[in-house]
């Protein structure tokens, strides 16, 4: 077992010796940690895989801290990538780039002629890789089938003893996983909503963008590998709460006794017995993706909680990301 260090954000340079040492870093990201290896290191990224527990043929984002450990692996950057780094990098933008044959292992693409790329908006992360002087794989640092971590100690949770160390900035801003567009296709596309939402993406390309949510089944090749493997569904049943089901919701859950787990803003909390189990979203749909994940692991963590209770935001800009991972975290279900 390894004893894995927390280390503070004075102490980058520590952490980047971890992983020009082939160690894994868990670092800080403004949507999610991450789980940072050397992306150009086979057995450094094989190790990511192992640690998490995640299929090894889906492929990890490439997080970077400038434009040219970019065109490294993908040649001259085209317009529209140039465009899109302008205007959201760094920031919660995963763009999938067409690259060089064999420019990276496939332990990192999962053998496809792409990869993801992103930079982080997180200072501390952004030294950490400059400092490291190569690339680091970041796939959301938590076990496979857990929520995304926001904090350090969601991190340690997961991972104690599997790698060498987290670099810790408090809790993470934006709370859900970038969008990612995929740019090699004609028409870009966006495989997963995030805080950047289609419409903001098309108005600087100006052009259309696809917004690819169609379900993939099993047997199909997904856009975004990721896409197939069963996400974050915890133990109880999460129920997705629409604005005029409150009254009616809370009345029901205060018939079953002490199972019952509630998420929403402050407002709705207000309305809510004092003696019910709850966990406050903040105001608004901005605190509410902050808070989701840490809000099914304070359930989660609590054995008698048998439903979970989560309020409904309109899918629109972020509101889209949310109810995204919320719809998958509930398996689709509503509460009636
Ligand atoms: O916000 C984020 O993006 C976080 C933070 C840590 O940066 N990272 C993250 O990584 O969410 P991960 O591995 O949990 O999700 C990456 C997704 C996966 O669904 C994967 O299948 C997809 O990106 N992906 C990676 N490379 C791809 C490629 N070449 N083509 C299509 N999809 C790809
Ligand atoms: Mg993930």
């Known amino acids: 077992m390894l004893i894995t260090k927390i280390y503070q954000v004075d102490e980058v340079a520590k952490a980047a010796n971890e992983l ?17 290896a050397d992306a150009t290191n086979e057995k450094a990224v094989k190790r990511v895989y192992q640690a998490k ?29 140039i465009a899109l780094m302008d205007a959201f990098w760094p920031g919660p933008l995963t763009l999938i780039l067409a690259i060089k044959p064999g420019a990276l292992p496939s332990v990192v693409t999962g053998g496809l002629q792409t990869a993801a790329f992103r930079m982080p908006q997180n200072q501390a992360t952004l030294a950490l890789i400059k ?11 938590n076990s496979s089938g857990k929520p995304s971590p926001t904090t350090a100690q969601h991190v340690f949770h997961d991972l104690e003893g599997k790698i060498a160390g ?7 801003k934006v709370g859900v996983e970038s969008t990612i567009l995929d740019l090699s296709t004609e028409i870009p596309t966006v495989l997963r909503p995030g805080a950047i939402s289609p419409k903001q993406l098309a108005t600087v ?13 099993q047997q199909e090749v997904p856009k975004a590998p990721g896409m197939k493997y069963k996400h ?3 133990d109880a049943q999460v129920m997705i709460v629409k604005d005029n089901s409150w009254s009616q919701a809370l009345a029901w859950a205060k018939q079953q006794k002490d199972t019952v787990g509630i998420m929403a803003t402050a407002d709705i909390l207000s ?19 902050q808070k989701l994940f840490a809000g099914l692991r304070y359930f989660d963590a609590q ?12 899918e629109e800009d972020l509101g889209a990301a949310y109810m995204n991972r919320l719809k998958k975290a509930a398996a689709n279900t509503f509460f009636k």
């Open 205 to 217: 390309l100006q052009t259309d963008v696809l917004y690819d949510n169609h379900q993939v089944k």
């Open 166 to 172: 987290i670099l810790d900035d408090g809790p993470t």
């Open 53 to 81: 527990g995640r299929p090894s043929d889906n492929p990890l984002i490439v997080t970077v801290c400038d434009r040219d450990m970019v065109s490294r692996y993908t040649g001259q950057l085209s317009k529209q990538a």
């Open 232 to 234: 974050y569904a915890p």
């Open 20 to 36: 020009k040492l082939g160690e894994l870093i868990a670092f800080p990201t403004e949507t999610v940690y991450g789980l940072g």
């Open 131 to 141: 400092q490291a002087q190569v690339p680091l794989v970041g796939p959301s640092a």
């Open 303 to 314: 054995p008698k909680i048998k439903y979970i209770l989560v309020q409904e935001f309109k």
């Open 271 to 289: 309305q809510v017995d004092t003696t019910e189990a709850t966990y406050c979203l903040g105001e608004d749909v901005v605190s509410a993706s």
